[in-house]
């Protein structure tokens, strides 16, 4: 079996797609905290990607990564991402080229276009970023990094804007961009195995009423999703009407992120 390098592999979005890679895969699992259940085609590193010496070591001997760490929230401050995403994304990047990695999988966000209303367009798929906090900033800057190197060094890139993996669906903005972990478990091995892969940006969403992605690219490589997002309401789920116009962002695709206030660089210097 190939081996598969998961960073961030103890949060929500890793724990769930680890049993359905691992049918398929070895995975290598990386995070900052020890994953739990470990299995036995399983193996783990503790530590830390912004240390240089453990992501060689983390990838070394690796087929394919699935980049899946990095710090977010609405309120993050620039200097906060700047390690964990912006330098942790290179290091990967130039470790993956130095040990002839075959396959980079780069999980973006639907934050990179947060910052559009969601009457702006009928189809989001081709709009150009417009990122709605430092978090969706620095995917913007992981996605421009994977075209670069896969330019430069023929390293086969995938990006894939995850647009909502909750296990279920909070509110009528989020049931237009839902994933279930078993599509997104779909997309990774396209990802990795499909022959045509040089760059491409795809969305990570099931089907779904009204989409905001139609993700025709993901669908021209063979994605075929095969659960709904009305099909997974969760039992307090909130239809449009009912959605606070302040604070829920509902108008918005990246939802409060784009109602939330930037923090000044200004306010941050020492």
């Known amino acids: 079996m190939q081996t598969l390098l998961i960073t961030g592999a103890a949060g929500i979005v890793g724990t769930a797609l680890r049993p359905l890679l691992r049918e398929h895969y070895s995975l290598r699992l990386l995070d900052r905290r020890s994953v739990s259940s470990l299995h036995p085609d399983e193996t783990e590193i503790v530590g830390d990607l912004t240390d240089p010496a453990l992501v060689e070591r983390a990838v070394e001997g690796v087929d394919g990564i699935l980049h899946l760490a990095c710090a977010h929230g609405t309120d993050i401050a620039f200097q906060t991402t700047v390690e964990p995403n ?62 670069g190197f896969t330019q430069r060094y ?26 279930s972990a078993r599509d997104l478990g779909q997309l990774v091995r396209i990802g990795l195995e499909h022959p045509e892969v040089h760059h491409e940006v795809v969305y990570g969403v099931s089907e779904s009423p009204n989409p905001l992605f139609h993700n025709r690219r993901a669908r021209a490589l063979g994605y075929r999703p095969q659960d709904n997002a009305q099909d997974n309401l969760a039992p307090g789920y909130l239809p449009y009407e009912d959605m606070d116009t302040t604070n829920s962002g509902r108008d918005h695709v990246g939802g409060a992120y784009a109602g939330t206030k930037l923090v000044s660089l200004l306010d941050t210097r020492p």
């Not at 966000?109 to 417009?130: C, E, I, K, W």
């Not at 709605?132 to 900033?137: N, T």
């Not at 086969?156 to 903005?173: L, S």
Request: overall charge negative.
């Open 86 to 147: 912006y330098h942790a994304t290179l290091y990967l990047l130039e470790a993956a080229h130095s040990h002839g990695v075959k396959r980079f999988i780069f999980t973006s966000s639907h934050h990179v276009l947060g910052q559009y209303r969601t009457d702006a367009a009928d189809n989001f798929d081709d709009m150009p970023p417009a990122p709605d906090s430092y978090y969706a900033m620095s995917k913007v800057f992981g996605e421009a990094a994977c075209a």
């Open 154 to 179: 023929d390293l086969a890139t995938f990006v894939i804007r995850i647009g909502n993996a909750d296990a279920q669906v909070a509110d009528a903005r989020r049931l237009r961009m839902w994933t």
